[in-house]
């Protein structure tokens, strides 16, 4: 069942009620059909194409990682005509490693830690690409709080993670090393991360031009999934308690 993005943050968040509602030219829903899936692969496939046409070649179809448990891919659909404007796979490591676990062991510190990394992000590349990307991005962090995700993990080509700068992702090793990545045909990547709970302080301390529309601001057209699974529901209760003793 989906359920409509929440109206109020997670206490983890520190953070009051949504000021306004804003409504989107498109809806950002989890891909669930056969049919779903293959529009994902689509907009990924043209996505990549642009920029790596090699690897493209083998993101015409849907991926087994589309289909996993842990899994969740989101599909971003113009209100206009339904078709395809943006795609994002989420994966977290409660029941598998990630993708990104396949090329470097996580330093300690992520250790033991609730992850969730996205994995193959594709816009149009036309005006509305850059809001769908936000919206994606916005979509990923709030699942993350649902989900009880401490950190949120993602792996970027040069120049693209200065976007995940921009949103104060941090490096996982040391000067933004660079790992050959086989889940992206070996091409090297920055791993970089952004800690959920302190997302909120975060984005304060830095006066992020974002932080409006990632806080305040409801977005009905971003339709969530509610996560189901038992570890999670402990997780995100583990989390609440060490916020709420973190005020005290």
Known sequence: MESIERQDMDTTTRNPSPLREELLPFVIRPAVAEEDLRKAADIRHRAYARHVPEFAASLLEPEPEDYGDGSLVLLAEAKLDGSPVGTMRIQTNSGNPLKLEQSL???????????????????????????????????????????AIEWMVITARKPADRLYEALLFQDVLPGGTLVPMHHVGNMPHR????????????WVAAQHPLYAYVFQTVHPDIRLPEPVSPSFAARRAAQEQRSVESLM
């Open 105 to 147: 062991r996580l330093p300690g510190w992520l250790a033991g830690t609730s992850l969730a990394e996205a994995t193959r992000l594709g816009v149009e590349q036309n005006a509305i690409g850059r809001i769908v990307r936000i919206a994606l991005y916005k979509a990923y962090f709030l699942y993350c709080i649902e989900a």
């Open 191 to 202: 791993v970089m991360a952004f800690s959920v709970p302190d997302a909120h302080s975060n």
